[in-house]
């Protein structure tokens, strides 16, 4: 009869003693985390769960009012009402590292880990007993070339094909870009300025290692712009190899992009304001939807290190006359 299976809570949340008046949801005994979840799928829907779980939630929320743990609450006070319906797996499959935890117990006499749960507001700022090894332990992983991992380390030698030896000798007449990984970090700073001149969706392809693929995914959070944004999706292509593969990622970008028309363009092109409107009226007045036509827009660029962007055609005629902007 068991559906799910979960990990007790190493927390003494759902015991109610954390504080004076603290009132939790109910929960059998400790209750169960909901950061690693095994499902029965097929069972769940024999039992029709999407209308257990939302029956349980009513009732409760007419007292509760609210959850203060999201579907934790909720998840908790079914199993109190259908405990048999709970399979408890062992602790090591989600050790909780937050405040007051009593995971210690659980680590200390299993060696083998499975996975460690920073299910605490602070994260890493945890306070724990043993939080420094388990934070240089989570930052070393970071750090880790994901290629180790996607391929074989070792195999055995092959002779080399005609086909190889030719493609091989092509490949080393390509004029790569030696600073490739230096290169494309300074152009990621260029996507806020994309984003503030560009309104419409956006499909963004990364050439990154694992390491870098952490490094944006904290500079995206931290920034304001791109937070701000819900109609920009990003598509990571892992680095591999010593040459930039730019039709393959050019191609994710492309395949990612699901509007009927695309403006392609590399991450250090950045748009005249009010672009994406433009083109979007263009579009309807030259009938493209029936017609084989494609827009040209014309480029430009400047040697200036700091330039004020044109806002208008007159301004950009008027900065090319100056020699401030040439033609692409």
């Known amino acids: 009869k068991q559906v799910i299976g979960l990990v007790e809570n190493q927390s003494d949340w759902y015991l109610g003693n954390l504080w004076k008046n603290h009132k939790p949801w109910p929960a059998l005994g400790r209750g169960f985390n909901t950061g690693v979840i095994l499902l029965y799928l097929e069972r769940l829907r024999r039992i029709r769960w999407e209308q257990m779980w939302r029956l349980t939630a009513e009732r409760e929320l007419m007292s509760m009012l609210s959850t203060s743990l999201a579907d934790q609450d909720i998840f908790n006070a079914f199993i109190k009402q259908n405990p048999v319906l709970v399979h408890q797996l062992p602790c090591f499959w989600n050790v909780q590292l937050s405040d007051h935890t009593r995971s210690e117990q659980c680590y200390t006499e299993v060696s083998d880990l499975k996975v460690i749960h920073w299910n605490s507001p602070k994260k890493l700022r945890v306070k724990n007993k043993h939080v420094e090894f388990f934070r240089n332990l989570y930052l070393t992983f970071l750090e880790y070339d994901g290629n180790l991992l996607r391929r074989e380390l070792?195999?055995?030698?092959?002779?080399?094909?005609?086909?190889?030896?030719?493609?091989?000798?092509?490949?080393?007449?390509?004029?790569?870009?030696?600073?490739?990984?230096?290169?494309?970090?300074?152009?990621?700073?260029?996507?806020?300025?994309?984003?503030?001149?560009?309104?419409?969706?956006?499909?963004?392809?990364?050439?990154?290692?694992?390491?870098?693929?952490?490094?944006?995914?904290?500079?995206?959070?931290?920034?304001?712009?791109?937070?701000?944004?819900?109609?920009?999706?990003?598509?990571?292509?892992?680095?591999?190899?010593?040459?930039?593969?730019?039709?393959?990622?050019?191609?994710?970008?492309?395949?990612?992009?699901?509007?009927?028309?695309?403006?392609?363009?590399?991450?250090?092109?950045?748009?005249?304001?009010?672009?994406?409107?433009?083109?979007?009226?263009?579009?309807?007045?030259?009938?493209m939807a029936h017609t084989k036509k494609a827009l040209v827009v014309p480029a430009f660029e400047t040697l200036r290190y700091r330039l004020s962007f044109p806002k208008s055609k007159a301004e950009l005629l008027s900065m090319l006359d100056m020699g401030t902007l040439y033609t692409f």
């Open 154 to 287: 070792f195999g055995c030698p092959s002779q080399a094909t005609a086909e190889s030896i030719r493609l091989q000798a092509s490949l080393e007449d390509l004029d790569e870009d030696d600073q490739c990984y230096d290169f494309r970090r300074e152009r990621i700073t260029m996507l806020e300025a994309i984003c503030k001149h560009w309104e419409g969706p956006i499909s963004l392809a990364l050439y990154m290692s694992d390491a870098e693929a952490q490094q944006f995914l904290r500079y995206a959070q931290a920034s304001e712009v791109l937070k701000s944004r819900m109609n920009v999706g990003y598509h990571v292509v892992y680095k591999e190899g010593q040459f930039y593969p730019v039709n393959l990622v050019r191609n994710v970008a492309l395949r990612n992009a699901h509007t009927p028309y695309v403006f392609l363009a590399d991450v250090d092109f950045l748009p005249m304001y009010g672009l994406y409107d433009y083109l979007r009226r263009a579009v309807g007045q030259l009938d």
